[in-house]
């Protein structure tokens, strides 16, 4: 079994990425990350080191917890659903994990380019989850 979840440094993203993870321990699958970089002018230098340093230690922990996975990296001017949509078609991947965002009534009118464009052209299942709450003050 293969689960692919994008690589991204928001808070879901992250939701994303912790429940693929339980899902691939879960299910004893191996867990496809896949991080997607337009590329251009466009993309601020520090931004994308400080991506890279946290794929770095994305990768030792997920070494280290006994996960088996892969990660990719693209920079080849796709949107991010594009590639990870891509991924999942390639490697035949049996579950998606995506993280959506909190919205406001009137934004719940669109979910959001790339969670729905996923929802709506994947080949495989994909699970939404939400990033918890941030705790009030």
Request: charged share 35%; net charge negative; with cysteine.
């Amino acid at each position: 079994m293969r689960i692919v979840v994008g690589f991204l440094r928001s808070p879901e993203g992250r939701a994303a990425l912790q429940r693929a993870v339980e899902e691939a321990r879960l299910r004893d699958a191996e867990l496809l990350v896949v991080h997607s970089f337009r590329g251009g002018p466009r993309e601020n230098e520090a931004e994308i080191v400080a991506y890279r340093e946290e794929f770095e230690r994305l990768e030792q922990q997920l070494a280290s917890e006994g996960v088996r996975y892969r990660l990719r990296e693209y920079v080849r001017g796709n949107a991010p659903d594009e590639d990870l949509l891509q991924v999942a078609k390639d490697e035949d991947a049996d579950l998606i994990v995506i993280g959506l965002r909190r919205r406001s009534p009137v934004g719940k009118l669109v979910l959001g380019s790339n969670a729905q464009d996923i929802l709506l052209q994947a080949d495989c299942p994909v699970l939404a989850v939400k990033a918890s709450e941030p705790a009030e003050a």
